[in-house]
């Protein structure tokens, strides 16, 4: 699958709209492959993907049944995500980089479509995209329900004016919680139970920035108007109140610098262990 990969992100010259196009194309065919192998799962697999025309279609079914509920059935709530999918095209392109992410961070992960169909991490990210859109046009009470249903369903409570970039991964995603005004930017990887928060009842600007490149270790909390920055790790468990330089790792209650990440972009590797960058560190040194 890499090569396929690289044809869809790796070249600037394809436009957007032929990329997905040539994403759906793929992810028919593993549809197709799993249908066929696996009889028990034939009618969910077509109603998810192979009676679509396209993603976008298939992404707001998938995502509009996982968050109905018993008064706000799966139709009217698929009005909103097609609606924002077709005045909003990159919430689109992100969804595609969101899951091209998955597929090259975690060694769970061997085809396109199981991060669409199963993971919740991914299927949170997108419900939260479409809450930010309703946010960002005055729809606020609809948001907040969007807010609320995600947070039932998935275990992850996103504000709906937080903003995140495209290339995201939630890894396991349960427990994860991120404030209004909190700041996650392209090309970042999350693990469960990571909290974005604040530190008090203060208003206006009071929540993390999390820059490119971050890898932050699960049950790390990261509070108050603060800067993780590019290219950093936050070791798992850790309590972060103050910024992070950039390329650096942090670990402890409170978090400290304890060396550097041995690659540029923490996301991509997942590589966790932050006794191997305390080696870094003393290299340096």
Not at 42 to 56: G, K, Q, R, V
């Amino acid at each position: 699958m890499a090569p396929f990969r690289y044809a869809i992100f790796g070249s600037k010259a394809m436009q957007a709209n032929s990329a997905t196009t040539d994403f759906w194309h793929v992810l028919k065919q593993e549809a197709k492959t799993i249908a066929d192998n696996e009889p028990l799962l034939a009618s969910y697999i077509h109603a998810c993907i192979l009676t679509h025309h396209n993603f976008e279609s298939s992404l707001s079914f998938i995502l509009s049944n996982k968050v109905a509920d018993d008064v706000m059935p799966a139709l009217a709530i698929r009005e909103v995500l097609d609606e924002a999918y077709l005045l909003e095209p990159q919430i689109t392109e992100s969804a595609i980089e969101d899951i091209e992410a998955i597929h090259r961070r975690d060694a769970a992960v061997e085809d396109w479509l199981t991060p669409l169909l199963y993971f919740k991490g991914f299927q949170a990210v997108q419900i939260h995209r479409i809450a930010h859109y309703l946010w960002n046009k005055g729809r606020r009470q609809l948001a907040l329900f969007l807010q609320s249903r995600n947070s039932v369903t998935f275990g992850v409570d996103i504000h709906p004016a937080a903003r995140i970039g495209k290339g995201v991964m939630f890894d396991h995603a349960t427990g994860i919680v991120v404030g209004e005004t909190a700041v996650i930017e392209d090309h970042v990887s999350l693990l469960q139970s990571v909290t974005l928060g604040g530190t008090g009842h203060q208003s206006g600007d009071r929540h993390p920035k999390v820059r490119q490149g971050v890898l932050v270790g699960a049950g790390a909390k990261i509070l108050g108007n603060i800067e993780v920055g590019e290219g950093s790790k936050v070791g798992a468990g850790s309590v972060v109140l103050s910024d992070v330089p950039p390329h650096t790792t942090v670990v402890g209650v409170p978090a400290k610098v304890v060396g550097r990440p041995t690659c540029p972009r923490p996301c991509d590797s997942m590589r966790q262990n932050v006794l191997e960058d305390n080696g870094q560190l003393q290299q340096g040194n």
